[in-house]
């Protein structure tokens, strides 16, 4: 078997030929264009590829459809409506067999096997950055979900969210505690910086608005978290993602707020942890999907 792992993004896409480990080999990426999204996703497998390839798995951002093997990205203007990603990547294949998941299921399942959740057949992984979302492996394998969308835990509604979300609900965590969300809250309030990194660095100089900001992100976190984790039953939550790297600011409130939301006795021993792969957490959960 010879195998790709395919990860799309709304600012890179990137491939990888699956090596005898299961894990992605070297990483070829390219900028995901605004428009020819496909001949750009065609292009870069062809240039990690040989004519033996039989299983490609794939990372897309949702929602997805299992089902119907399609796509519709909500940061992909041209995939907004759908794209069939499955039968088009077969296609380029020759007939290959294409396995999808969504990109935080990807991700947890890449940490759960070659990241911060190795070695643990139970966990969430949540993914904070420009959004919120999230994977569950049990039993160490990934629980897709009815449609392939479990796991979105960043449309958990949290204690006192009011603003409405791109998903078109009202008070999402989301809403709350992604790196895009707490840098209005904090503009709001006249800070003056302009993102999430910025806000960070402020907070953890000790700027109070941008302390403000983390704390309130992180408990919202914690409190999203514990509900997540007593539905789940899981002892482990592995959280990535670019906001995610902000440090005690954002870790503290959110352990904080975890530590008196998840009372339940068979919570008393749940962890969170910070991912260890980065941004090659969804590639390498495409891997597993791909040698499947």
């Known amino acids: 078997m010879t195998a790709i792992a395919l990860d799309i993004g709304g600012s890179k896409i990137a491939a990888a030929r699956v090596g005898p480990d299961g894990a992605p080999g070297e990483v070829a990426t390219v900028a995901t264009p605004a428009v020819g999204v496909w001949p750009a996703v065609a292009e870069l497998l062809r240039s990690v590829a040989d004519p033996r390839i ?3 798995g794939i990372s897309s951002p949702g929602p997805v459809d299992l089902g119907a093997g399609t796509v519709a990205p909500i940061n992909i203007a041209e995939w907004r409506d759908g794209f069939a990603l499955v039968d088009a990547v077969s296609q380029e294949f020759g007939g290959a067999e294409v396995r999808l998941g969504g990109d935080g299921g990807c991700a947890a399942l890449g940490e759960s096997v070659f990241g ?8 969430l992984g949540v993914v904070v950055s420009t959004g919120i979302g999230g994977g569950i492996v049990l039993d160490g394998r990934l629980v897709p979900g009815r449609s392939g969308n479990a796991g979105h835990v960043g449309h958990i ?3 006192g969210g009011e603003d409405v979300c ?12 992604s790196g895009p969300a707490a840098v209005r809250w904090a503009r709001a309030r006249r800070w003056p910086g302009r993102n999430g990194r910025q806000l960070a660095a ?5 700027d109070p608005t941008a302390v ?8 919202a976190l914690g409190q999203a978290l514990a509900g ?10 592995v959280i990535g993602g670019g906001f995610a790297e902000s440090g005690a600011p954002l870790w503290d409130p959110l352990r904080t707020s975890l530590a008196r939301h998840a009372r339940l006795q068979f919570l008393a021993d749940l962890q969170v942890v910070p991912a260890a792969l980065g941004a090659r957490a969804s590639l390498a ?8």
């Not at 402020?202 to 000790?206: E, L």
């Open 285 to 292: 959960g495409a891997a597993v999907l791909a040698a499947g």
């Open 166 to 177: 791109a998903c078109g609900g009202v008070g999402c965590v989301e809403t709350v505690a």
């Open 54 to 56: 039989t299983r490609v």
């Open 212 to 219: 403000a900001a983390l704390a309130r992100a992180g408990t």
């Open 157 to 159: 509604v949290v204690p």
């Open 116 to 123: 911060a959740g190795r070695g643990v057949a139970d966990l």
């Open 228 to 237: 997540a984790a007593a539905t789940l039953d899981v002892g482990l939550v």
């Open 202 to 206: 402020d907070a953890a100089s000790g």
